[in-house]
């Protein structure tokens, strides 16, 4: 058995993926930390290294988001943290049905560069996943979120990995303005409303794909020793 991290970096400046994750942690004696945080608790001006994606799956980025930030970060939050910090990185995508091989693990980089550039990634993605769809009938506008976790020890290690999926259906207009990324597009199978109209409580109250990962992460981590 493990010993239960004291301290977790979640690797990633997404703020509405820490949003999310925060909202739903429920792990005693573990705390979680963004980079920023860290920053301001300890006085220190570390950035997030800048991972290259090119993994062909959500596991592989994942693991390489983590490789990316324990290297980089390790050694000082080793002395800062006294060896108790593990390192939490998520890579997820929208996977679309009707564009197969678009999406999925390319999600991010969906809208050609210069329009993400113009317009900014998340406006350039929906307005060219909107574009793509313009002819697809209501029916055909489904897919799913997918989220992979991967959660590494000081030394790069794997402690844990998952993955999590939630079944949407892509709309015809963008609505509403809270969450992230593709959320004004997207409906949750069973409901009315884009995560774009649903609050972070909302959104992970219904289960989605981060926090089914999550909840695995988390349930697994109560079983290690405190
Ligand atoms: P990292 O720092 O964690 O890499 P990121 O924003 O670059 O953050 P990814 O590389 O994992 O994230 O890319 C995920 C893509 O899928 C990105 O375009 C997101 O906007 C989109 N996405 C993932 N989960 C989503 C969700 O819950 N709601 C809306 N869009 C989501």
Request: with cysteine.
């Amino acid at each position: 058995m493990e010993k239960r991290p004291v301290n977790i970096l979640l690797c990633t400046d997404n703020e509405g993926k820490i949003a999310e994750i925060r909202a739903r942690w429920n792990v005693a004696g573990t705390k979680i930390w963004s980079i920023e945080e860290i920053n301001s608790a300890f006085g220190l001006s570390l950035t997030a290294p800048n991972v290259v994606e090119d993994g062909h799956t959500l596991e592989e980025n994942a693991w390489l988001k983590t490789e990316g930030w324990y290297k980089q970060l390790g050694p000082v939050l080793g002395q800062v943290f006294g060896g108790e910090i593990a390192f939490l990185a998520e890579d997820s995508g929208l996977f679309v049905y009707a564009l197969p091989g678009k999406l999925g693990v390319f999600s991010k980089r969906f809208a050609p560069k210069e329009m993400q550039e113009t317009m900014g990634v998340a406006q350039a993605n929906n307005t060219q996943l909107l574009q793509l769809l313009t002819a697809v009938p209501t029916a055909r506008r489904t897919g799913h979120y997918a989220a992979a976790l991967c959660l590494v020890d000081i030394s790069g290690e794997i402690l844990f990995e998952t993955t999590g999926e939630l079944k949407v259906t892509i709309v015809t207009e963008a609505r509403g303005s809270l969450g992230f990324g593709y959320d004004p597009l997207t409906v949750p199978n069973g409901q009315a409303k884009t995560f774009g109209e649903m609050t972070t409580e909302e959104k992970n109250s219904l289960g989605t794909h981060r926090t089914r990962a999550l909840d695995q992460l988390v349930a697994w981590l109560q079983t290690q020793v405190a």
